[in-house]
């Protein structure tokens, strides 16, 4: 050893520099009061630390990486069926919503009109060859009789064409045969609103001299001696000026007739 | 220049007796210095020791007797133990090597040699200081050269009258 270091001075060298400068790290304080030593340690130790610590996190990184995706195929299950449950929810919330505003509505027919109505369900529609009538289940027994007016809280329906004890068949007011009284505003020009056989109607019988604006509501006029008055069939979409003394006026209904779920019969008093 | 053993191109064995003799010579001479007169007046003797023992035996023996010199000096002196003995130990080395690649034949050589190696030894004390982070009070250019200046007078009679004391030159005339 001692031949080794005589034959490598600066190792000697080195070792003697290493025990001064140690000596002097155990006496000298740096101006935060800390030895010098220590200093010196921490500063030499930080680089391992810090490596230790990102090493550390990224072995973390890997291991959750991993783990996720090991459970990713059963978390996306579980999220599938969640999805599933919150989706029948949403549904079945929608539809009660739908029934509660659907009751509401109803609800107000009867604080709306003086009439006296019965709630009927549609449990019949599109017939063959008979697009424009629907069978509803009221019939004799709830009072409902032939040319009983049929209504909803959006407007006019049509009316009843045929009775039996428990159901009925309505005539949509679509239809090319049906006709309600009506007029446009609640106190406005009177005509006669017929059905194309499409989904649009078309309001008869105003003078080509009258000003009609599209948009204006048309109401029915309680003057066919089936519809009360007073109830919106829809709004004025097209007023034309043709060469005879009538106006050509289309009237886009309030009631979505292919949507028909519910209706409300207007009855005599019993 | 040709590389030698030492200045006069024998390696001398210096036996620790006289080593020791050195060292409590320097000893006594410091503190006298240190009581008596101001910084830029003292001569660096135990460097000049030090320098003597290095060049003329070999770099590590230099660095060794540096380290002891030193740490006994800090310890008398009280200062942070090593400082002194960090400085001497690289200026021991140091000299071991100088003397491998010059001569030291020429008087005003040696002064110029000592006092630049107390220069160099200001030089590293200094600079640990500030690698330690200290406070380092402001040195005076002028205390330092003539400091130095006095350390190459102080060598140069040491090398001087050591040598003549130690290694006479011998009288061949008494072989006939």
Same mark, same amino acid.
């Given at each position: ?270 | ?39 830029? #007046?003292?001569?660096?003797? $135990? &460097?000049?020791?030090? %320098? ?7 770099? @590590?023996?230099? /660095? ?61 004390? #200094?600079?640990?200081?500030? $690698? &330690?982070?200290?406070? %380092? ?7 330092? @050269?003539?400091? /130095? ?28």
């Amino acid at each position: 050893m001692t031949e080794y270091v005589r034959r490598n001075p600066f190792l000697g060298l080195l070792a003697l520099v290493i025990l001064n400068l140690f000596l002097l790290s155990i006496q000298v304080r740096s101006e935060n009061g800390r030895l010098v030593l220590r200093s010196w340690g921490l500063a030499a130790f930080t680089p391992f630390a810090l490596t230790a610590d990102v090493a550390s996190n990224l072995m973390h990184q890997v291991v959750d990486r991993y783990r996720f995706l090991t459970h990713l195929e059963e978390r996306n299950r579980y999220l599938e069926e969640q999805n599933w449950r919150l989706k029948t929810e949403l549904n079945r919330l929608e539809a009660l919503r739908r029934q509660v505003a659907k009751d509401e509505g109803f609800r107000l027919l009867s604080t709306l009109y003086s009439f006296k109505t019965i709630r009927a369900s549609v449990v019949w529609r599109n017939l063959p060859m008979y697009a424009n009538k629907v069978i509803i289940n009221a019939g004799l027994r709830e009072h409902v009789r032939k040319d009983s007016a049929v209504i909803t809280p959006e407007g006019v329906v049509g009316r009843v064409r045929a009775v039996t004890g428990l159901t009925s068949e309505v005539e949509l007011l679509t239809d090319v045969n049906a006709a309600a009284g009506a007029q446009i505003g609640e106190e406005g020009l009177q005509g006669v609103v017929q059905g194309t056989g499409r989904r649009e109607l078309r309001l008869n019988f105003i003078l080509g001299t009258e000003q009609v604006e599209p948009g204006e509501v048309v109401y029915t006029s309680g003057t066919d001696g089936i519809y009360p008055k007073g109830v919106p069939i829809g709004k004025v979409e097209a007023a034309e000026r043709t060469t005879g003394i009538f106006q050509r006026i289309t009237v886009d209904p309030f009631v979505q007739f292919s949507r028909l779920e519910e209706v409300a019969v207007v009855i005599d008093e019993p | 220049m040709k590389p030698t053993t030492s200045n006069d191109g024998v390696q001398r064995r210096i036996p620790p007796l006289e080593i020791l003799v050195f060292l409590i010579v320097g000893l006594a001479v410091d503190l006298v210095q240190g009581a008596l007169l101001p910084g830029y #007046l003292r001569a660096e003797v $135990l &460097l000049v020791l030090v %320098v003597y023992v290095g060049w003329s035996t070999s770099p @590590l023996k230099g /660095a060794v007797v540096g380290t002891i010199f030193g740490i006994l000096e800090d310890y008398l002196v009280g200062i942070p133990i090593g400082l002194n003995g960090l400085s001497m130990t690289l200026i021991g080395f140091l000299s071991g090597y100088l003397s491998r690649w010059m001569s030291t034949e020429l008087g005003p050589f040696r002064v110029l040699l000592f006092a630049g190696l107390a220069l160099l030894d200001r030089a590293i004390i #200094l600079g640990t200081l500030y $690698l &330690l982070a200290q406070n %380092v009070s402001p040195v005076r250019i002028d205390g330092l @050269l003539l400091s /130095a200046f006095l350390t190459g007078i102080i060598g140069e009679v040491f090398f001087g009258l050591y040598d003549k004391i130690r290694f006479p030159p011998k009288d061949f005339r008494r072989l006939h």
